[in-house]
C-alpha cells in the first residue's frame, strides 16, 4: 500500500505546494504515495463556520475550538490506525530515525495548527503526536507539514533514481555529510582534494568519514554523544 498523507487544515489550497514538483511531484503522479486534505472548517455548527476562540485564562491570539478540530480528527482518522501528528513548535524534534519509521508505515495524519495553538484537550484525547521542525515560529502548521512529508518521501522504496544516494547524507549515520566537489578541477583557485580523484577508494571512504567526523564536530558536536569517533 502506498504511503499515504492525509492533512488537516485550514488553507488545503497549499497543498501539494513544491511537493506537486520534481521527485516528489513524479513520485505522486505515480502513485508512489497520496495526498488528500481535510477542510478543518467544514466540521464547524456555526453559520460563521468559527474555527477560533479566546484561550482560556485571558492573553493575546485565539485557540483553534476542541470541537471542530475534534470532528475533523475523527473524520479523517475513521477506522484508520497511522500516526496522528501535530505539526508544533514544542513537539519533540523531528529527525531522520523518526523519519525512516514514517516511510516504513502507511502514512500519516498530520494537523497543521494555526493562531496560538491547539486545544490541549484535542492533544490528550486525540494522542496527537507533537512534531517540530526546529526552535522557530511559523504562522502554521501548512510549511511544517510539507516538510515532514518530503523528508519521509524521498526515501519511499523507488522515489530516489539512485538508491545508494541517501545513504551517506546527513543524519543518516548520525554524521553530518562531507564535502562535495564535481569538475571543474580548479574553480578559482581552489581544486579538488587530490584524494577524490586518487582512484584509491579505501582512501576516498577514509577522507570522506574523518571530514563527516570533523564538520559534525565542529557544527554539530551533540550528535557524536552516541558514537565515539574514530582515530
Known amino acids: 500500500m502506498a504511503f499515504r498523507a492525509t492533512v488537516l487544515t485550514l488553507y488545503p489550497e497549499m497543498f501539494p505546494g513544491f511537493l506537486g514538483q520534481s521527485l516528489s ?57 497511522r500516526p496522528r501528528l501535530l505539526m508544533s513548535p514544542r513537539g519533540k524534534p523531528l529527525t531522520q530515525k523518526r523519519v525512516r519509521e514514517l516511510a516504513a508505515g502507511e502514512g500519516a495524519i498530520i494537523v497543521c495548527g494555526r493562531f496560538e495553538g491547539v486545544d490541549q484537550r ?58 562535495h566537489y564535481t569538475r571543474p578541477q580548479v574553480f578559482e583557485g581552489r581544486e579538488i582534494p587530490g584524494v577524490l580523484t586518487s582512484g584509491n577508494h579505501a582512501a576516498i571512504d577514509r577522507w570522506r568519514r574523518e571530514e563527516a567526523e570533523k564538520l559534525t564536530l565542529e557544527r554539530r558536536p551533540d550528535l557524536l554523544s552516541d558514537q565515539p569517533v574514530k582515530k
Not at 54 to 63: D, E, L, R
Not at 131 to 149: K, N, R
Request: proline residues 4%; glycine residues 14%.
Open 122 to 179: 484535542v492533544i490528550d484525547g486525540r494522542q496527537l503526536e507533537e512534531v517540530s521542525i526546529g526552535d522557530y515560529i511559523l504562522s502554521g502548521g501548512e510549511p511544517a507539514a510539507m516538510i515532514l512529508i518530503d523528508a519521509v518521501v524521498r526515501i519511499l522504496p523507488g522515489v530516489m533514481g539512485n538508491a545508494l544516494s541517501g545513504e551517506h547524507e546527513s543524519f543518516e549515520g548520525g554524521l553530518l555529510e562531507h564535502p
Open 25 to 81: 511531484g513524479k513520485a505522486l503522479a505515480r502513485g508512489d504515495w497520496a495526498l488528500d486534505c481535510v477542510q478543518i472548517r467544514d466540521f464547524t455548527t456555526d453559520r460563521h463556520r468559527t474555527v477560533d476562540d479566546t484561550p482560556a485564562g485571558g492573553g493575546a491570539g485565539m485557540v483553534l475550538k476542541p470541537d471542530v478540530l475534534a470532528k475533523a480528527i475523527d473524520h479523517a482518522s475513521a477506522g484508520d490506525d
